[in-house]
């Protein structure tokens, strides 16, 4: 009778601790903390500029909206079949619970890795292959869902050609946790990447809470995903501009025997 009972209870208590209370697409992304869409635009997407600020921003609110760590940060790149990045390219990540009002906080970011949620393997380092047409963020990274199936190749790649210009054969996936806060409800997490994104990069979040013995998954819709529509201007290197010296200091001497001889041309012409 009690080894029954204790089985039971053993039953019950796995049945409470995997419940799931369901899917809320509540992440905005945002061209980072201070910006006036920080909080998300909607605007199908959120424009990002170069990406060298990006943010996930948690709209819900309450117990239940409090993402556990780590946090996903996504980003699909367009026609990128290869590992770009063999090193963490996050250079800061910072927290602010709540967004409005909180204070700042240090966090740390790495590769995510399998299991995380679901997550499959990666393909090397944070890279995870590629998404190519009928597939959708979510479930061709295997994270547990329900999550929102707004974020499909097809959309991206519609999105991608009108905004940007780009025709997108698939995007190079990469996976990133982030870590060091619970993200709470109406809170944030700026992520910096030195340098920007690639032109025409994809940035969704994904995260769980977990509230009165149940799960909750939390994901970005296509009106809250980020979009980069910007390059980062390159400025020479100050070897290059040393290089650069010498040249237009002889273009200038070219230049000024030019413009003498040809003075003396034309005043050997009305001197006759």
């Known amino acids: 009778m009690q080894r029954t009972i204790t ?38 997407p959120n424009l990002l500029g170069t990406g060298a600020d990006v943010d996930i921003y948690q709209s819900a609110t309450g117990g239940i909206a409090k993402l556990l760590q780590p946090q996903l940060l996504i980003l699909g ?21 709540p967004y409005i009002g909180g ?27 590629d998404l190519t047409s009928g ?5 061709f990274l295997d994270l547990k869902g329900p999550t929102s199936n707004t974020n ?12 940007n210009g780009i025709t997108a ?10 870590s060091g806060e619970d993200l709470e409800g109406l809170g944030l997490v700026n992520v910096m990447f030195p340098g920007g994104l690639p032109l025409g990069t994809f940035v969704v979040g ?25 390059t980062v201007k390159s400025t020479p290197e100050p070897g290059s501009l040393l290089l650069l010296g010498p040249g237009f200091l002889l273009t200038a001497m070219l230049l000024r025997r030019q413009a003498a001889a040809t003075r003396e041309a034309f005043q050997r012409v009305r001197s006759r």
């Open 152 to 163: 499909s190749f097809k959309a991206w790649a519609a999105d991608d050609l009108s905004i």
């Open 7 to 44: 089985l039971l209870l053993v039953t019950l208590l796995a049945a409470f601790g995997t419940a799931r209370a369901g899917t809320t697409s509540t992440l905005s992304i945002g061209p980072g903390a201070g910006t006036s869409c920080a909080e998300g635009c909607g605007d199908n």
């Open 169 to 178: 054969d698939d995007f190079g996936i990469y996976v990133f946790a982030l």
């Open 77 to 97: 790149i367009p026609n990128d079949t290869s590992n770009l990045y063999a090193k963490d390219p996050i250079g800061a990540v910072t927290y602010y619970n």
């Open 135 to 139: 597939s959708q963020i979510y479930s």
């Open 103 to 129: 204070t700042p906080t240090a966090g740390t970011s790495a590769f995510a890795t399998a299991g995380t949620y679901g997550l499959k393997g990666a393909v090397i380092d944070g890279f995870f292959g």
């Open 206 to 230: 994904y995260g769980q809470s977990y509230w009165d013995w149940k799960y909750c998954e939390y994901s970005t819709t296509l009106s809250n995903a980020g979009l980069t529509n910007a």
